[in-house]
């Protein structure tokens, strides 16, 4: 076995490079980010569509069902959190080598490992490789649609790419319906461009579009009353609309998973800044050195495709959170990884310490960052567990509502309904939710971490403080 380890390493030294990167991809995922960590809201809101035990969460018009497919075969069969997070770490690296390998069969050579290693080392795929959320997921179709596009647009592609283009356009479709507009518009201007394979490369693009919308479609008549209400209330969820939001992006570099009202966003800071800029000098080093060796656009179209994905939440999303830019980023690996290849030409002292230097303050940059974030929530998401726990021992049980902060996260641990409130209603009469649920039957708890008084409508209920509970002072409400 040995033997032909190694016998394959030196037939295909490139192939090799990127499988060692997916593997340690999915070990730090393992050692770091912890499969102890608790599920987030957005999580529980996917995973509890198919899982069987639970109360399904509710499901917002802009929504999509790929991320809950892709957890599905696991949920159906544990609750278990440690298990989903173990499956999606072995089935991101895998995702990691799928994708990026596809560039491979485009132009073997070192960048291709190169460029898998920048992306994975990102505290962004780090920590949402083993999340149920669909944006990394998006990324790594978003990098594998381009490069069967490339093969597709060849002489002599044959039919593996034209699937393998349908399939990840699919993917992609199914996982964020709006992505999958932008990922294909930079596609769909190439195709026009002379001496392109037109036909087959298009009706691959076009139809792993329609077939991923389709789902999305179909559930907007079914549930929303028509694509049309569906996309309305998808734009009002999401703040659509013209804005510009790349100050809040880059306040989002450092770590805060979101940047939206109620939720704090520090401000942007110097060494991130500074990181955010070389991106675009990588980016244009890349796309020169490309140029002058004879394949522009093999740089230039994941560049293209991976600014057109950050177009909309850039300009178009009243928010940012730093998930958002994942297809960019792992788009963009492509080119920086070029320039930097093209920095190490001649085997230059200078430059090859430049190098170094850099992928080292990457590391260390992203490593930090990473262990800041997984620390942070690996404490909130503990004391949900333990709030859950606590809950238990003051006798609630289902059927039930949990009512107030991180109430879907604390319900699905108990196999409640739950309604998350960011800020607590102010009127004295209880909101319409906790009215539904006493009126089914249902046993009713509000829960708040350490407000005085969170709503009028408490004031008449039962205040038991949930000594258990770390960090935070919890409170739960029950109704005389």
Known sequence: MRKSLHSWVRADPWRASLALVAVCYGLVQLVVVTPEMGLGWDEVVYVSQVDPRVPAAEFIAPRARGVTLLVAPVVFVTASTEALRVYLCLLSALALYVSFGVWLRVRSGPAVPLAGLLFASLWLSLFYGNEVMPNLWVAFGAVAAVGCFLRCVRPGG?????????????????????????????????????????????????????????????????????????????????????????????????????????????????????????????????????????????????????????????????????????PTYALLAFPIAYGVLRLLEGRRVVAAGLVATGLLAQFTLQGLTLDKVVAARLAKRGADVEVAQELGGLGVRRPCLVYGEHAVMIAYRMGCEGHTVLRWPQQSESPAAVRDAGSAGKQVVAVDEGRAMPAPFLQTWERRPLAGVRPGTWYAYLPR
């Open 158 to 326: 044959g039919r593996g790419p034209l699937i393998g283009l349908a399939v990840s356009v699919c993917a992609v479709a199914l996982l964020r319906p709006p992505d999958s507009i932008w990922l294909v518009l930079p596609l769909a201007v190439a195709l026009a461009l002379p001496g392109r394979r037109r036909a087959g490369a298009g009706i691959a693009l076009f139809g792993g579009l329609a077939a991923g919308w389709a789902d999305w479609i179909i559930e907007a008549y079914v549930r929303f009353g028509g694509l049309a209400a569906r996309w309305a209330a998808a734009g009002a969820a999401n703040e659509t609309g013209l804005h510009f939001s790349l100050y809040e992006h880059a306040r989002a570099l450092n770590g805060p998973l979101l940047c939206r009202p109620p939720a704090h966003c520090g401000p942007a800071l110097l060494p991130w800044l500074l990181w955010w800029g070389t991106i675009p000098v990588l980016v244009l080093l890349g796309l020169y050195a490309a140029r002058r060796r004879g394949f522009l656009a093999e740089c230039a179209l994941p560049a293209a495709a991976g600014l057109s994905m950050a177009l909309p939440y850039v300009f178009l999303v009243g928010y940012a959170a730093p998930r958002f830019l994942l």
